[in-house]
C-alpha cells in the first residue's frame, strides 16, 4: 500500500520536475531569440536547474525502502 503512494507520488513530482525543464527550456531559447537581457536568461537556467533537482528528489524518493513495514 505505502510502495504505491510513494511510486504514484514519486512520478508526480518526477512529472512536475520534467515539466519545469522544458519551460525552461522554453523560456531560454525565448530569451536568447528575443536578444532579452541576462536576467531572462538566468531565471531560465535557474528553473531548468531547478526541474532538474525535483527529478532528482523524485527519483531519491521513489527509491525509499519500505520492505519493513508489515504486509
Do not use: H, K
Not at 2 to 24: K, R
Not at 30 to 38: F, H, M, P, S, V
Request: glycine share 14%; hydrophobic share 60%; charged share 5%.
Amino acid at each position: 500500500m505505502l510502495a504505491n503512494i510513494i511510486s504514484l507520488v514519486s512520478g508526480c513530482v518526477t512529472f512536475l520536475g520534467g515539466f519545469l525543464v522544458v519551460w525552461g527550456a522554453v523560456a531560454l531559447g525565448l530569451a536568447i531569440r528575443e536578444q532579452q537581457g541576462g536576467s531572462q536568461i538566468a531565471s531560465a537556467i535557474s528553473t531548468i536547474a531547478g526541474g532538474a533537482i525535483i527529478i532528482a528528489a523524485a527519483v531519491y524518493f521513489g527509491m525509499l525502502d519500505t520492505s519493513w513495514l508489515p504486509a
